[in-house]
């Protein structure tokens, strides 16, 4: 059937993830008219996020107005087509027409085809533009190729529903007020299982959250959703109850928000606190709260035995059946327990995925007992979830990954424990710096990477936009770059369910990357940094010593009194232009930043009437700093929920440092 969609008002504009080199977002009207000739000149490669594995200029831009007509194959699932209409229509199409192949062709000023790689009129347009793609394309891969003029030409293919779906998240990206860049992209990726782990301790997200983070995984190409909150009695500590019916509703509502963005939602049960191994009764508990929400949509499953003790057991039952507790009993226990899973339930299902774990020993490469138990007797169908040399690693390097393969018997799943923020309530710090020191060539390791996110989760995007750069392409991976993307992100208008808005707001954009910089520690659990703390403040602190030393006071305190301005100025743009619920979590950080901000500038006043020979107001300043650094230390984050509770930190390490030690300057 041939669905015709008129569009009764403009609802926004494409939010590009990243700046278009040599073809800006907001170009101005008269630029965005075709010529004579009906092309659009334009320069350069647009950005794109996650970076494609091949992107190259093809010619003119595209046109977009008027009518336009999509040709696609039933491969395109709904969500697909809806998304690609939405597209176009934010372009600057007036009327979108939507097709299938025999159907009787429309008049329109641009035809798009959609669907199979191997079908005759994506492989014509293909051969028509002089672009060159593998066919069949990978598992969840795809080609784009467009040229604008008389006779524009754009063709979309891919070879599963997925890739589809993805080739219009990236014509999104290509797409800008009035055109579509005329470039030529060939992409799949790297690793099969990319995304989040919802594992953190604390309170868990809000439904309203995890909906809003589902659709933001299809913008970012982010395939897993693994629900797994320590702090869900269903999920942990009553794990063999059924979820009460409103709950159960809430889950089929994520499951099906999960599949309109084609992220597999993967459920979790942690039964390790109080599972009988060695009783069947617990072992068939288990699998009808697994087939319970197998019932209502779920194809992904995970058992975390992740921080519990295993040197006790919960009955009498396993001492007579698996002998002392030990490592190695442990680990024969827990194997029984999953092979039965994967045996009885997971391949008796074959929509089922195989079935993910998490070891009791998960952060580490060092060989044991418990290691050994699982290495010689898990199915090996069965996915290892591995956090890395240690549980907040410093960085995840392929060697690492060898020897966890070594240990285990098989290729490992990363659980990354950044951006997770739990380990330490006394102190309210946000995790916005880039997802770095993770290696490229990973892909190559190791089966997937998720996140595990704070319990703040919009703000968890910075890191999860790095996170799902990286694991879609490590070997292009740009961690700065990737960090600018979240920040042009996060600046875009965007409406609710992962739709389109209006492009990034570069001030607001330049505001944020102020921020993340004052966010940029990572710590250790044990609270020592593996991202140093606020590196651009710092670098400019150290040219402003430098300055100062070799007798420069007046150029030291020009120089940093730019940034200094802008680390006050970030808070109220970013509350004015960035997404609504980042400015939300992030509230309590945005009112220390900008009290940090005074306490600067107040310090370079008073540096600066010390210069000037005015000691009187070098003291009235330099005591101003002062107090409002206390009063910036005395911000907490907003209590209740369990969320972190401390006194926010802001460039610790750094801003407070150079305000407690500028007095002493002379």
């Not at 965007?494 to 940029?520: C, I, W, Y």
């Not at 109220?572 to 980042?582: L, V």
Request: glycine fraction near 10%; proline fraction near 8%.
């Amino acid at each position: 059937m041939c669905r015709r969609i008129r569009m009764a008002a403009l609802l926004g504009a494409v939010a590009l993830l990243a700046g278009c080199t040599g073809q800006p977002a907001g170009r101005p009207a008269e630029e965005t008219a075709p010529g004579a000739s009906g092309a659009l000149p334009a320069t350069g490669v647009p950005q794109v996020t996650p970076q494609p594995k091949k992107i190259e200029r093809l010619g003119d831009d595209i046109a977009v107005r008027g009518r336009v007509q999509i040709v696609v194959d039933p491969m395109a699932d709904k969500p697909t087509r809806d998304l690609a209409v939405r597209v176009l229509e934010m372009a600057g199409a007036d009327e979108v027409l939507v097709r299938e192949p025999g159907q009787p062709e429309q008049s329109a000023d641009l035809t798009v085809r959609l669907g199979d790689r191997g079908a005759p009129g994506v492989t014509k347009g293909l051969q028509e533009l002089g672009f060159h793609a593998p066919m069949p394309t990978p598992p969840e891969g795809y080609v784009l190729a467009g040229r604008g003029g008389d006779q524009p030409t754009l063709v979309m293919g891919a070879s599963d529903p997925s890739g589809a779906y993805y080739a219009v998240q990236t014509l999104r990206q290509l797409t800008s007020p009035g055109r579509i860049a005329g470039v030529g992209v060939s992409d799949s990726p790297r690793m099969p299982i990319r995304g989040s782990i919802e594992g953190f301790y604390g309170s868990p997200w809000t439904h309203a959250e995890r909906m809003d983070q589902l659709a933001f995984y299809g913008d970012v190409k982010l395939n897993t959703y693994v629900y797994a909150p320590k702090d869900d009695p269903y999920h942990r500590e009553q794990w063999r109850d059924p979820y009460p019916p409103d709950k159960l509703a809430e889950v089929k509502e994520l499951i099906g928000q999960a599949a309109a963005h084609h992220v597999k939602f993967t459920f979790a049960l942690s039964p390790g606190n109080s599972i009988c191994y060695s009783d069947p009764r617990e072992v068939q508990t288990l699998v009808n709260k697994l087939r319970a929400v197998h019932d209502a949509g779920v194809r992904d499953f995970s058992i975390p035995l992740d921080d519990i003790s295993y040197t006790r057991w919960n009955c009498p039952q396993d001492q007579a059946h698996y002998g002392a507790p030990s490592q190695a009993a442990a680990g024969r226990a827990q194997t029984d327990l999953l092979n039965q899973v994967q045996h009885e339930f997971i391949a008796t299902h074959p929509d089922v995925s195989p079935l993910q774990m998490v070891p009791t020993e998960y952060s580490d490469v060092e060989d044991s007992p418990y290691k050994t138990a699982l290495r010689t007797g898990l199915d090996p169908r069965v996915l290892v979830m591995w956090t890395g040399d240690g549980v907040i690693p410093r960085r995840i390097s392929v060697a690492d990954a060898k020897a966890a393969e070594k240990v285990w018997g098989r290729k490992v799943f990363i659980w990354d424990n950044y951006p997770v923020n739990d380990f330490d309530s006394s102190v309210g710090r946000l995790m916005l710096g880039p997802y770095a020191r993770r290696e490229p060539g990973l892909s190559e390791q190791v089966v997937g990477d998720v996140v595990n996110p704070m319990n703040q989760a919009a703000a968890s995007k910075v890191v999860e936009i790095g996170a799902a750069d990286f694991s879609w392409n490590d070997e292009d991976f740009d961690a700065q770059r990737a960090w600018r993307a979240a920040a042009e992100y996060l600046a875009g208008d965007r409406f609710a369910g992962g739709r389109p808005g209006l492009g990034a707001d570069q001030a607001t954009a330049d505001s944020l990357l102020v921020f993340f910089d004052l966010e940029h520690m990572a710590p250790l659990a044990s609270g020592k940094p593996w991202l140093e703390p606020a590196p651009e403040l710092a670098r400019r602190i150290a040219e402003f010593d430098r300055a100062w030393q070799a007798g420069d006071r007046a150029g030291a305190i020009a120089g940093l009194r730019a940034y200094a301005q802008a680390i006050k100025d970030a808070p109220q743009r970013i509350r004015a232009g960035a997404a609504p619920d980042f400015v939300s979590d992030a509230g309590p950080w945005l009112d220390a930043t900008a009290l940090w901000g005074d306490a600067l500038l107040s310090t370079l006043d008073g540096l600066q009437a010390r210069v000037d020979g005015d000691e009187a107001r070098a003291g009235e300043r330099l005591a101003a700093a002062s107090k409002l650094a206390d009063q910036a230390g005395q911000v907490h984050t907003v209590p209740g929920e369990s969320r972190p509770q401390g006194p926010v930190r802001v460039g610790d390490g750094v801003l407070d440092v150079f305000v407690e030690q500028a007095p002493g300057l002379r």
